[in-house]
């Protein structure tokens, strides 16, 4: 893209005027329309070092109510950054809906970087590539305007930058090593550059080459292409987005109302196995530990099946500085404003660690789908964001277990009805337990095609039959066991 640009015509100095006070302007308005509309705008700002990203921001977001802004400079990874997925710190900090977020560099900056350094194969730079294409096009599926700016500036225009900032003490500081190495090494950059924009030029995302030799005609350029983009995104906000097709392996899996659920254990043989795991859990959950193997342990089930019973088994065998019990009930004002995923890319483990999730990202192939909280279009592309969100963690080298804990409907009107007439349990059953009961048909349904459409080889749906609770627990345990052992090679 680069090495074909062809530079727009740089307007006069009162032309320049002109249109920089009609573009701020219209930007101002525009924002009130972005509140109105709920419309999140994510705008990265890429490009050569000195090329005025920083200053180019700064001069926006004077259009902008400050309450609607955020701005965020991308170093280095942190350490704790290191130990989480690669997206994770993009998807952390992506625009509530009506906001605009600013990141001064990104992902295109890391994985360059990455491949300038030699920390990233070919091999390596096709798999980040296409994790920031999926992680791009499912925020614009989702409603997202994502705006990618690339500031451009020649070899001969970045030295004299950087003399200008090193003659003065003041400015010096501002000159890094990488810029320095940047600009020594200028070609070899360009073509690195030049790649990662062609592999990632989408007509949903497409790149906005900027010509930076003037800060002001670039602070021109970038307004009026934000300007545009948000015309554009608002007037297309109520179109669906085209259905991608499933390219995932998935493993063969049985009906609901296929399984078996006379499956018991004796109270003796329940013990001594329980024992016997919990023990054989905690050594595994210590050498995880030592070999920084993230493991997320992913729970859906009906009401009342037992979902917290079996997790405090796993739990139970675990050092409690090396997990997390992540309970999931209806999203808060400021997760709901976010892509759906956002509340559980936020709540991933670092490497060595385990989460537990009580109630999972599947809620929008399932509640939200069956109570209406999401579109039919938006549940139905759901069942591949998931498998590549999935996907995502398990290339990072995640272990992923999902289980189904599974009762049939008489077990649990049982069950309905000793919480209801036991004090001590009365907490646990709600008017809301008793409303998705009458639509048990609608969510066995739902829940048949959730797990036939999920369960991939990489992560597959395992069903525990839970009229046994005991009988489902130690299920519960060996599986883990099982695919803890598996990751670590014993």
């Keep these: 893209m680069l090495k074909n640009h062809v530079e727009q015509e740089r307007p006069g100095e ?59 400079t991308m170093a280095a990874p942190t350490e704790e950054e290191l130990r989480k997925p690669f997206l994770y710190r993009y998807f952390a ?44 096009r499912q925020l614009t599926d989702n409603g997202y305007l994502v705006m990618k700016f690339f500031f451009h500036i020649d070899e001969k225009e970045q030295r004299k930058r950087l003399d200008a900032l090193l003659v003065n003490k003041d400015t010096s500081w501002r000159v890094s090593d990488s810029d320095r190495w940047q600009n020594k090494h200028y070609d070899k950059c360009l073509k690195v550059f030049d790649r990662y924009l062609d592999d990632t030029n989408v007509s949903t995302a497409p790149w906005y080459i900027v ?31 085209p259905l991608l097709q499933n390219t995932f392996p998935l493993e063969k899996m049985p009906k609901l109302g296929e399984i078996a659920l006379d499956k018991t254990i004796e109270e003796a043989e329940y013990q001594e196995e329980l024992d016997k795991l919990q023990k054989r859990l905690g050594e595994l959950h210590n050498r995880l530990y030592r070999k920084r193997v993230p493991v997320i342990i992913a729970y859906e089930g009906w009401d009342a099946a037992g979902k917290g019973g079996n997790i405090k088994r796993i739990t139970g065998a675990l050092d409690p500085r090396g997990f997390e019990v992540h309970p999931i009930a209806s999203p808060e004002p400021h997760e709901k404003a976010r892509h759906y995923l956002w509340r559980f890319w936020t709540r991933l483990p670092k490497t060595g660690h385990i989460a537990v999730f009580d109630r999972t990202w599947y809620g929008r192939v399932m509640v939200e789908r069956i109570e209406g909280f999401c579109s039919t279009n938006d549940w139905q592309r759901a069942y591949n964001e998931i498998n590549e969100f999935e996907k995502e963690l398990v290339d990072w080298g995640a272990v992923v277990i999902k289980f189904w804990v599974h009762i ?40 048949n095609e959730m797990i036939q459409k999920t369960s991939t080889t990489y992560a597959p749906w395992h069903i525990l039959e839970s009229v046994d609770k005991k009988y489902a627990r130690i299920k519960a345990l060996k599986i883990v066991i099982r695919e803890l052992e598996k990751v670590l090679g014993e």
């Design 93 to 136: 900090r992506i625009p509530e809906a009506g906001k605009f977020t600013f990141l001064d560099s990104g992902w295109m900056d890391e994985i360059t970087g990455d491949v300038l350094q030699g920390k990233l194969d070919d091999k390596g730079y096709a798999s980040r590539i296409d994790s920031v294409k999926r992680f791009e």
């Design 211 to 241: 010509d930076a030799h003037s800060r002001k005609w670039a602070q021109l350029q970038v307004l009026e292409m934000l300007c545009q983009g948000i015309d554009v995104a608002l007037q297309n906000k109520s179109l669906a987005v």
């Design 14 to 72: 009162e032309e320049l005027g002109r249109r920089l006070e009609e573009a701020r302007k219209r930007l101002g308005a525009l924002q009130m329309q972005i509140k109105e509309h709920g419309l999140p705008v994510l705008v990265l700002m890429e490009g050569w070092g000195t090329a005025g990203k920083g200053s180019t921001i700064g001069k926006i977001i004077r259009n902008i109510d400050p309450r609607f802004f955020k701005v965020a």
């Design 408 to 447: 049939d409907k008489d077990t649990q009107l049982e069950r309905f009805n000793e919480r209801q007439n036991t004090p001590e349990k009365q907490w646990k059953i709600t008017d809301e337990d008793w409303r998705n009961r009458e639509k048990w048909d609608a969510y066995e349904s739902a829940v």
